[in-house]
């Protein structure tokens, strides 16, 4: 049995938070920035504290490993994220990160020695938001992507992840590559409402949603907001206006769990008496039904194709990301009921809507994940919360179903 100490949870939670911190209780964190570097040097700081041997892979992947009493067993992989949205949360993949290490410190603290090694990992640019491909780290490691597009990958300024890895000095020498991994867990907020809404304190999680992400760019002509008759009109953001509001509603004509969003959105020229020739918005869909996707991301070039007939415009959409949905190994997920059962918390299987790290290791060794209610199911926002009553129990389940894994 593997008790962690709330207290030490709580504090490291607490001063990771700071780096990076907003003024409502949120991040705003984008992977490789200096916010990010801190956090990344904190996180090395608290490994060779701990003793582990750590290292850098050439796509910025942290790992710290934990050797076991048998040298030659298959390690367990623990671990998350901790880049942020935008003005993000402070539960999203910090809270899984540090739950991780307050695993290691409890193994440390009662002298316990599971026969695998563990291995810990922070993953580069699992958000996606400043480099258009989520879960980049682990897609890299997992032969998901290549590290060279990875690292040719340019954000809004057109900086690459070469040279924003290089900039905070985190472009490692270690080559990216997948070792044997006995089982790998993470921890992760819900970020939905069902847990709470059902009360209970644990999700296990049964996989997670396929998603499609596409970049759309709507030509038109820019004229004059006065003489100009509606009618002679090639007004784009009037075309990306009608193509969005059929994509919001798409996902009710698909399927019950289908959601479809347009999160980013941008016009130009951007003037109050000057009709847009140029209008640029991304389009993200999900559901756990890898058909369903399909059928969305085709129904969304059509409705696109449909505007820009209305509108005498014409339209580009370039498929940025896709990952089929994934299913999580029984057995772990096994471990991980036995452990809540023990302890006699209320918890539920689950999908998860949003992608996690976790989908890319599932592809290459068995992986499961389980979840901490987010109050309200609000993420990706300030506004993010978790009970900390409820990070604990979760932490603690976590830490236990690691040691019993560790110790297979
Ligand atoms: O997009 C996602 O689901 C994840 O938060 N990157
Ligand atoms: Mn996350
Ligand atoms: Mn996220």
């Known amino acids: 049995m593997v008790t962690i100490d709330e207290e030490r949870f709580r504090e490291s939670f607490e001063s990771y938070s700071r780096i990076g911190a907003t003024e409502n209780g949120g991040l705003h964190r984008l992977t490789l920035t200096e916010a990010d570097k801190r956090v990344r040097d904190a996180f090395v700081e608290d490994l060779a504290e701990l003793g582990l041997e750590v290292r850098v892979d050439r796509i910025g992947n942290i790992f710290g490993r934990r050797e076991g009493t048998d040298l030659d067993a298959d390690p367990v992989l623990i671990g998350s994220h901790l880049d942020s949205q935008p003005y993000g949360g402070r539960f999203d993949g910090q809270l899984g990160v540090l739950a991780a290490l307050e695993t290691l410190r409890a193994l440390e603290d009662e002298g316990v020695e599971p026969n695998r090694p563990i291995e810990i990992v922070n993953w580069t640019n699992e958000e996606g938001s400043r480099f258009p491909n989520a879960l980049l780290g682990s897609s890299v490691f997992s032969g998901g992507t290549e590290l060279e597009t990875a690292l040719s990958l340019t954000d809004g300024e057109g900086t690459t992840v070469r040279d924003a890895l290089s900039a905070i000095g985190y472009d490692g020498d270690h080559p990216v590559e ?81 959601v479809s969003t347009v999160g980013e959105f941008s016009i130009a020229p951007g003037s109050i008496n000057v009709v847009p020739d140029t209008a640029e918005f991304t389009v993200d869909v ?62 539920e299987r689950m999908p998860s809507g949003a992608a996690h790290d976790a989908t890319r290791i599932n592809e290459i060794a068995p992986t499961a994940m389980l979840f901490a209610p987010s109050v309200d199911g609000r993420t990706h926002n300030e ?26």
């Open 178 to 258: 997948p070792f044997d991994i006995h089982a790998h867990l993470e921890l992760h907020i819900e970020q939905g409402p069902y847990l709470e809404e059902h009360g209970n304190s644990l999700g296990i999680v049964e996989g997670v949603y396929g998603m499609s992400w596409l970049r759309a760019t709507i030509t038109g002509e820019s004229d004059h907001a006065g003489p100009t008759p509606m009618h002679t009109r090639s007004d784009a953001m009037a075309a990306a206006a009608d193509a969005v509001s059929e994509i919001n509603r798409l996902p009710n004509r698909l399927s019950a769990d289908a």
């Open 286 to 347: 999900r559901s756990y039904d890898d058909a369903v996707v399909a059928e969305a991301v085709e129904r969304v070039h059509e409705e696109i194709e449909h505007a820009c007939s209305r509108h005498a415009t014409s339209a580009e959409v370039e498929a940025l990301w896709n990952i089929e949905s994934t299913a999580f190994d029984p057995e772990i997920r096994d471990v991980l009921e036995g452990v809540a059962d023990d302890r006699g918390i209320a918890y």
């Open 383 to 408: 506004d993010e919360f978790t009970e900390w009553e409820d990070c604990v129990v979760t932490a603690g389940c976590y830490a236990e179903a690691v040691h019993q894994l560790a110790s297979e």
